[in-house]
């Protein structure tokens, strides 16, 4: 209504107040023109028809059920029952109604399943992560067990259990709502979190044969789980990560007691309220062992890779889900007598945004891609290495992106995104875990370091960059991936005459983000290409040269002295 239309009350004229209408949104699938395009480009004609009814009944359920139920669950959180009424310890944690129906819905669409299920091969993985993507904003982060789940299955395939993939396997990738599993993974503890070398937790063999954990898990997350994998140092093994061993470990026995473990609380965090994370005391906790007694840190490799991909898809995830929210509310708020979405400095803003979205969810599916490869033994040699090296440098570059346009899509709301009832504020507090999980920003880029030094690595992403960007016949787009390749240029000879090591860890961020940003700009510009002439669309081209205009190229040859600006470093003379 607007602010001029009056009513009578009384017989007194009276103003009427004004109203904002809340942004809505539509169905998730067939509003996002990026999702369709690259699904339009990459799957063959045949899968897309196969896949699509599922994309779209998730693209109506995104925007509709699932968010409807996402705002009216805004304040459930779970809640820890550690006694029961006739005082036996019980743990109990209750989980949100939202969790309750989201855990249905994942596991009817097999959003854990399908990768193992393989019914499109070497797609398998770009089809799970296209219904994971819709499914991500409107169901407060049951992807945080999702991810685990499918971390945990791929780790007991590539363990070669027969015993524990007969039992556990059919569980984590069942259909079935009522038999599904869900894993924890509890790696975590107070000496450190991304060095798990200091891990104090101790496993004791058994006379029954089976192992007892005793220690101390500082932060699980989705403890509500069936079973968990959690690193633990066998009794007399070596100090450091060589002395640890991974362990197998359900939860609770027939008869649903917890076995041997402890809820001592649920932690009270900045976001991802929704997932109950927990402090656990493991009291002789039975477990199995997983693999060798010395080898739990290889072990968990393969669970790492999967865990970050599905981060990188999620940030991708709450990036879509802000900008469109954001582009709705701009259609309906009018400030300074016109609509947002006209007025040239909000859309400029806007549309920064969508173009550093567009540049995260192509690197993002790129490399789900590999995983799908290298997974249905189809992956060459270069994809091995590409996989290898951006499982890393994709999780960090979308979770620091993330963090940036979240905080931008905020501001697009002015005041109502500070308040805590449209829901807006949770977007930006969940993203905030996104740079955390499954490796900070520079264990990562440390990481990254590593992978580079492995003989083929660079060609690789040189290689991709040049085959990307090559035979455009648009002179702008030509122009970008110039520079996408340019900079990776620059990154590889920084990388190759840097002999300081010190030099270089200081460097590793800027690195990796380099890396990240060049390739991003050069799908960037392989898909507006293609979608110039497939499509006749000027859409993807404009987001890559908008993303062009950003910042890429992030070396800094100059950067001897930058240790100078630590706290504890001495001041230059």
Not at 261 to 283: F, M, Y
Not at 404 to 415: H, K, L, Q, R, Y
Not at 472 to 487: K, T
Not at 523 to 546: I, N
Request: net charge neutral.
């Amino acid at each position: 209504m607007d602010a001029t239309d009056r009513r009578t009350r009384n017989g007194t004229a009276m103003m009427e107040l004004f109203h904002q209408p809340s942004p809505t949104l539509g169905n998730q699938y067939t509003d996002d023109r990026v999702l369709r395009s690259f699904l339009q480009r990459t799957l063959p004609r045949d899968v897309l028809a196969q896949v699509e009814p599922d994309m779209m009944a998730m693209g109506e359920l995104a925007g509709g059920e699932l968010y409807r139920l996402h705002l009216a669950d805004r304040l459930n959180e779970p809640v820890l029952t550690q006694w029961d009424a006739w005082g036996e310890r019980i743990d109990h944690i209750e989980v949100s109604p939202l969790w309750k129906r989201a855990a249905r819905l994942a596991a009817e669409y097999g959003l854990v399943a399908l990768p193992y299920e393989r019914t499109y091969g070497a797609l398998s993985r770009v089809v799970q992560f296209a219904l994971v993507y819709l499914f991500h904003p409107s169901t407060d982060v049951y992807t945080c067990p999702l991810a685990m789940s499918d971390g945990a299955a791929r780790t007991l395939v590539q363990a070669g259990d027969a015993a524990l993939i007969d039992r556990a396997l059919p569980r984590l990738t069942s259909r079935d709502p009522d038999r599904c599993w869900t894993s924890g993974q509890w790696m975590t503890e107070l000496p450190g979190g991304s060095d798990v070398s200091r891990t104090e937790t101790i496993a004791r063999p058994g006379f029954d044969g089976v192992w007892r954990l005793f220690g101390r898990k500082w932060f699980t997350s989705a403890t509500t789980g069936q079973m968990a994998l959690a690193l633990a140092r066998p009794e007399g093994n070596p100090s450091g990560s060589r002395g640890l061993a991974l362990f197998y470990i359900e939860l609770r026995d027939e008869e649903g007691r917890l076995q041997g473990i402890r809820v001592n609380r649920l932690k009270d965090k900045l976001g991802t309220r929704k997932v109950p994370t927990a402090e656990l005391s493991l009291e002789g906790t039975p477990a199995r062992l997983v693999g060798a007694l010395n080898g739990g840190v290889r072990a968990i490799v393969p669970m790492l890779q999967v865990t970050r991909i599905w981060n990188s898809v999620s940030a991708v995830s709450f990036m879509r889900r802000g900008i469109a929210l954001a582009r709705d509310y701009a259609r309906r708020r009018v400030a300074f007598e016109a609509p947002l979405n006209r007025q040239p400095l909000h859309t400029e803003t806007l549309a920064t945004l969508q173009a550093e979205f567009e540049g995260a969810f192509h690197l993002s599916f790129l490399t789900a891609g590999l995983l799908g490869a290298e997974e249905a033994g189809t992956a060459d040699k270069r994809q091995q290495h590409l996989l290898r090296v951006l499982t890393s440098i994709t999780k960090l570059t979308t979770g620091r992106q993330a963090v940036d346009v979240m905080s931008e899509v905020i501001e697009a709301f002015g005041g109502a995104g500070y308040v805590e009832d449209t829901g807006l504020p949770a977007l930006l507090r969940d993203a905030h875990v996104l740079p955390i999980w499954e490796g900070t920003t520079n264990v990562l880029a440390l990481d990254t370091l590593r992978a580079l030094a492995q003989p083929g690595t660079w060609d690789a992403i040189r290689d991709l960059a040049a085959e990307l960007t090559s035979g455009s016949s648009d002179s702008d787009l030509a122009a970008a991936g110039f520079r996408a390749r340019a900079a990776l240029d620059h990154a590889y000879r920084w990388f190759s005459e840097t002999r300081d090591r010190e030099r270089l860890e200081r460097g590793a961020r800027r690195l990796a983000l380099t890396i990240g940003r060049s390739l991003e700009l050069a799908l960037l510009v392989s898909h507006a290409a293609w979608s110039l002439a497939e499509e006749r669309d000027g859409r993807a081209r404009a987001a890559a040269l908008r993303f062009a205009r950003s910042s890429i190229d992030l070396i800094d040859d100059a950067d001897a002295n930058d240790a100078a600006l630590a706290d504890d470093a001495p001041l230059p003379v």
